[in-house]
């Protein structure tokens, strides 16, 4: 690709963001089908399906990629679109699978816009995501301290929202022991939310990054922090809810974590604190498994060891190793189970067992919901 062409390419995807700001899985299938450039095109003169008008006709007409892109790198930040080597593609894969129908926000983002000098796909190889109540207690601070900052201190980056409460903290856990962190923001990456977090956000710029798909500028919605939720879960190998409340916030980051294929985990409190009833709903209704230590959630999200697509053979069951054949029997024939029942029952380590599920997932022979991993209909030319 020339270098004009290059620079059209990233005139037309940072255009686009501000167009629709935020995630579009309308205008994301557009650019798929025809390329960036020509989508760009066609939202400009609005030769565009019905399911497209209506979400870019506000600012269509708005034109000024190259003021974004002068801002951003005033910021001392810049844009990353797909294009880039440092384009998280595999991280956003899940999004790209996930059916918008059942949810709007179930899009990839188009760009990001990131403040920070390391590369987004190196700070996102292995990750956790700590994120829980905005009014947290003393307790619920100590065990986000201990939890985020051994996990920073063993190579994880800690993911989080930068918001009040257990995200700071989470935050600043890590900074603490020297780690890596990135905050994802739900408005443009020069509007600091909260703003009592500025230092804080530009202490995390000086050593991770801070990460937002919506242009500089754009002031932060209630909605964009729903979608903001599911770029926190999509950037991590896991989330790990500290204090929730009823109706926390957090409970949707686990919907996405769970739709994702993540593993969703919660910390228990006190039964007399309001700010862990969430957590210990989502404990006993089955939407996160219980975790006390960094080694806990290292055991549940584990580094998954994730083999490259290939041809699936005619009959994929006949090319199993040992730990997908242990890992599949363990499988139910109706239902779903979580990683470490299937692991306890398979005899292998949570790693283990999860690498044996991706293997097993590329293969066709099994899925994952938000209940756990079960088997696919039976594959024809073969029993197991």
Request: aromatic letters at 4%; a negative charge.
């Amino acid at each position: 690709m020339s270098e004009s062409d290059a620079d059209e390419r990233r005139l037309a995807w940072v255009y686009l963001s501000r167009v629709v700001e935020g995630p579009c899985a309308a205008l994301s299938a557009l650019i798929e089908s025809v390329g960036v450039v020509e989508a760009a095109r066609a939202v400009r003169e609005c030769a565009l399906p019905e399911a497209l008008r209506g979400p870019t006709e506000l600012r269509r007409g708005i034109e000024r990629a190259e003021q974004d892109l002068a801002h951003i790198a005033r910021l001392g930040g810049r844009v990353v679109t797909p294009d880039d080597a440092e384009w998280p593609a595999w991280r956003m894969l899940g999004l790209k699978q996930l059916d918008p129908e059942r949810d709007e926000a179930a899009a990839a983002p188009l760009v990001l816009w990131v403040r920070g000098q390391r590369s987004l796909v190196e700070c996102t190889e292995r990750a956790i995501a700590v994120v829980g109540a905005r009014c947290s207690t003393g307790y619920g601070n100590h065990a986000t301290g201990d939890i985020a900052g051994e996990l920073a201190v063993r190579g994880w980056t800690i993911v989080s929202g930068a918001a009040f409460g257990i995200d700071g903290m989470a935050h600043r856990a890590a900074l603490a022991v020297g780690g890596l962190t990135v905050a994802v923001l739900a408005c443009g990456p020069d509007r600091p939310y909260p703003v009592q977090h500025d230092h804080l956000l530009a202490e995390i710029a000086d050593t991770g990054l801070v990460v937002t798909e919506y242009p500089p500028g754009t002031s932060a919605r209630k909605h964009h922090f729903l979608a903001r939720n599911r770029l926190i879960a999509a950037l991590a190998d896991g989330v790990v809810v500290v204090e929730a409340g009823a109706r926390s916030g957090a409970r949707n980051t686990v919907k996405w974590s769970r739709r994702l294929g993540r593993p969703a985990l919660a910390v228990p409190g006190p039964i007399t604190s309001a700010s862990s009833v969430g957590c210990h709903r989502m404990i006993r209704e089955g939407e996160a498994l219980m975790v006390t230590t960094a080694e806990e959630v290292l055991d549940e999200a584990g580094p998954l060891r994730l083999s490259l697509p290939g041809a699936v053979p005619p009959n994929p069951e006949d090319n199993l190793t040992l730990d997908e054949s242990l890992v599949y029997a363990a499988l139910p024939p109706t239902g779903s189970r979580l990683p470490r029942s299937i692991s306890e029952t398979a005899g292998l380590t949570v790693a283990a067992t999860r690498a044996a599920l991706s293997s097993l997932e590329l293969a066709g022979l099994v899925g994952c919901d938000e209940n756990g991993w079960y088997r696919m209909t039976q594959p024809k030319g073969g029993q197991i």
